[in-house]
């Protein structure tokens, strides 16, 4: 890394307000809890049990794989467990994201 | 810089990766948006093997596939083997703590992803070793995995990419 760049990020920092200084913060603190949520979900029982558990967690993040996403589905549908809504999906190489609300 | 990079995935994806290139993680990962790669560090970490396992036990896949890619790129930070890079690092991290202080928050509380989300807007390549024991769960300080972790924020630094055969 050049100098010219540590100077760069060394100044962004010094210049920034307290109040942008708590935006990136929580920022931060938004991709560890991202991290930490995140579930990997490799055969039904493991869904139908963590579900159960993540239920709790609002907004969760929810890593399927593609192989258990129609047991997920169904799961879903057929399940005393019901969410309120899927707010989001987006296809990630060997997985599907679900964000639920 | 020049490097060696290996990326696990299997073969319903492999097809993707040989026709349309590789796609961007999510950015919940260590170093936010970017391709990730093991590579190799001497005798601490086999990069292919590492891919191959990250495949395998952690995003549990079938029909495994490694990739070996060779990646190019002079806005790189090294935080693995440049003493001057973890230097830099160093100093960049101390001023964040000095804002976080400043900001009332207390030491406890700073969150180191502060400072990866402001390298992302000038790196294109990092570099760190990474303990791959947390997938564990019961890891400790004393024994890790060390993995040698690579995220390219830029897709134009990889050059080349080849599958790995007969490695399994």
Avoid at chain 1, 17 to 25: N, R
Avoid at chain 2, 32 to 59: I, M, P, S
Avoid at chain 2, 63 to 87: A, T
Wanted: hydrophobic share 40%; proline share 1%.
């Amino acid at each position: 890394m050049n100098a010219r760049i540590l100077e760069n990020i060394i100044q962004d920092f010094k210049k920034m307000s307290v109040d942008e200084y708590l935006q990136l913060h929580q920022q931060a603190l938004e991709r560890s809890k991202k991290i930490e949520e995140t579930i990997l979900f490799d055969s039904s029982q493991d869904l139908q049990e963590l579900c159960a558990y993540s239920i709790n967690l609002s907004p969760s993040c929810f890593k399927v794989n593609i192989d258990v996403l129609s047991t997920y589905n169904t799961f879903v549908n057929y399940s005393y467990l019901s969410y309120s809504s899927v707010i989001e999906t987006s296809f990630n190489e060997a997985d599907l994201w679900i964000k639920v609300a | 810089m020049t490097l060696v990079g290996y990326h696990g995935t299997d073969k319903r994806f492999a097809e993707k990766i040989k026709t349309e290139g590789y796609n961007y993680s999510s950015s919940e990962n260590w170093f936010g948006k970017g391709v990730y790669f093991f590579k190799d560090y001497y005798t601490l970490c086999n990069g292919c093997q590492e891919a191959y396992n990250w495949a395998r036990h952690v995003k549990k896949l079938t029909d495994i596939v490694v990739f070996k890619s060779i990646i190019e790129s002079d806005l790189v930070l090294d935080l693995l083997s440049s003493i001057e890079d973890r230097q830099c690092f160093d100093k960049i991290k101390k001023q964040a703590l000095k804002k976080h202080q400043e900001a009332g928050l207390g030491i406890k509380d700073f969150n180191l992803n502060v400072v990866f989300i402001k390298l992302e807007e000038f790196c294109q390549v990092i570099i760190a070793l990474v303990d791959g024991a947390r997938f564990e769960g019961f890891h400790n300080y004393v024994v890790r995995k060390p993995q040698a972790q690579v995220c390219v924020k830029e897709k134009a630094c990889i050059i080349d990419t080849t599958v790995v055969n007969g490695y399994f």
